[in-house]
């Protein structure tokens, strides 16, 4: 398994230790053009309190890396962004990016993390004697190594010890706790949160509605096909790319997805309720678009469960 050590601003890290429960967080980069690939989904990122503070403080399990405009990352995230405003985080890449960046919506690196967990300074693991001072971004490490092998092991005591006070330990988090116990480590897919959701859901679909083909980012929004309210989990394959008005018609019950074929079902209660709907009634019969990740591909038997208990 592979680790890596980010380097974390402490008041980035206060924001989000001070909630009382947080289910994400985006670690973003200022710059609009550095990648990250140190990671798979599943693996441990690691938070790096900046000098003096030269502890990890706490980590997440990784989902995804994906640049954002700083609107989008806002909205999807909020305080998860590690900040209290949309004018905080912009204050903050303007001065990472020596420019003025409020009169427009630069795209920043967001590093998705979910199950994230914050220790209190007691439990506090000081950095690797190989951790450079130096080192502005971070660094990684793997579970093949000796210095690896320690950090993994310090981090899984860690939350095993802590998991206790949980009320709703992840998956991921889950598997690491229990390798301090059972053995080698297991990297397990983390839980999504809500803003991750929205997120991979809107790069599933390439940034277009599924239905229409509209890619005007501001008005897309990410849909549970079973909703979240009755137990519809926050997973690829229970999300669709829509426009928003056709989102919330969707969410009412006046616009379905037939399971058979994929294709729109448009109900006659819009035209009885309104009088209106020449433009949705224009929509039945079309079929779904495919994402371009297959693993969001709509589940069939959420796809039942909205046609046979939402739609009417």
Avoid at 149 to 165: N, T, W
């Amino acid at each position: 398994m592979r680790l890596f050590v980010g380097v974390t601003d402490y008041d980035w890290w206060t924001v989000h230790a001070g909630r009382q429960r947080v289910e994400e967080v985006n670690f973003w980069k200022p710059s609009g053009n550095a990648t990250f690939a140190a990671l798979s989904p599943g693996e441990l990122f690691l938070f790096k309190l900046h000098s003096p503070r030269n502890f990890i403080a706490g980590g997440g399990f990784f989902a995804k890396f994906i640049f954002l405009p700083i609107s989008l990352a806002w909205e999807a995230f909020g305080l998860a962004n590690g900040a209290t405003s949309l004018g905080e985080i912009r204050q903050r890449i303007g001065r990472y990016r020596k420019a003025d960046i409020l009169d427009f919506d630069p795209q920043i690196g967001c590093i998705l993390l979910e199950e994230p967990f914050f220790w209190p300074e007691e439990m506090w693991i000081p950095s690797p004697a190989d951790f450079s001072l130096n080192i502005v971004s971070g660094k990684g490490y793997t579970t093949n190594d000796e210095a690896g092998r320690l950090l993994y092991a310090q981090v899984a005591e860690r939350l095993a010890s802590s998991r206790e006070k949980m009320t709703d330990p992840g998956p991921s988090l889950i598997a690491a706790s229990n390798s301090s116990r059972f053995g080698a480590p297991q990297v397990v897919a983390p839980r999504l949160g809500q803003g991750t959701f929205r997120v991979l859901v809107t790069d599933a679909y390439a940034r277009r509605c599924a239905v229409t083909g509209e890619k005007t980012l501001p008005v897309l929004e990410a849909a549970h096909i079973k909703p979240y309210a009755v137990g519809g989990q926050h997973v690829l394959s229970n999300g669709l790319l829509l426009r928003s008005d056709l989102h919330t018609l969707f969410d009412r019950g006046y616009l379905g997805i037939d399971p058979r074929d994929r294709r729109v079902m448009v109900s006659s209660r819009i035209r009885e309720e309104f009088e209106n709907g020449k433009h949705y009634y224009a929509l039945a019969g079309t079929p779904l678009a495919t994402p371009t990740n297959l693993n969001a591909v709509p589940d069939g038997g959420f796809l039942r469960y909205h046609a046979e208990n939402v739609y009417r």
